[in-house]
């Protein structure tokens, strides 16, 4: 391998996986599919992760194309970018982030037991596949690695880190339980608010490099 893929394979890969936030979301997939059997919570893993990363390799491929047809420049969409991660970030620091994700498991699992069933409901789509795994830092931020990338050894290597993230949600997911109960509330939230950190850096970077590149400062 190359170091530019290398490289550029480090900087998506930390990127998507902070923003992915795994072991955050584990939590949250845990309680959802906690009334279910075991083969309903494999049923659960395999087809969030499937659904969130069809959306988001769907707006890797053609998240240029869209921009282009809504006279976007990817400068703009780029000090845009950074700007919803920077949002991001300081809902992941404040643990905002984590208190809407319990709220929507909250309301997901109420909604379940209405009335008899004998599995829980399909929370693949909703909400585990999009927003938690495909959401819209995560879907602005392929859309922005994909358009900067000029060939298509940068474009794989964007590509493998996206897939790489979502193995790894796979994994995550699939012990959720023992993986839940082995790190606590509060080592979870200590990992959330160090990746809030990382990700606010990550998006002044990108909003700099944005209003760098609108006014012809680079």
Known sequence: MSGEFISLFIASFVTFFVLIDALGVAPVFASLTAQGSASYRRSMAVRSVFIGTLIIFGFA?????????????????????????????????????????????????????????????????????????????SIATAM????????????????????????ICLLVFLAAGPLVKAMGQSIAAAITRIFGVILAALSVQLLIDGIKGAFGLA
């Open 61 to 137: 491929f053609f998240g240029s194309w869209l921009l282009n047809q809504l006279h976007i420049t990817i400068d703009a969409f780029r000090a845009a970018g950074g700007i919803l991660l920077f949002i991001i970030a300081i809902d992941m620091v404040f643990e905002r982030r984590t208190e809407r994700r319990e709220n929507r498991a909250e309301s997901v699992m109420a909604d379940s037991e209405a009335g008899p069933a004998e599995e829980p409901d399909d929370v693949s789509v909703f909400p585990l596949g999009i927003p938690m795994l495909a959401g819209p830092g």
């Open 144 to 167: 922005l690695y994909m358009s900067q990338s000029d060939d298509w050894v940068a474009k794989g290597a964007v590509l493998s880190a996206i897939a790489a993230n979502m193995i």
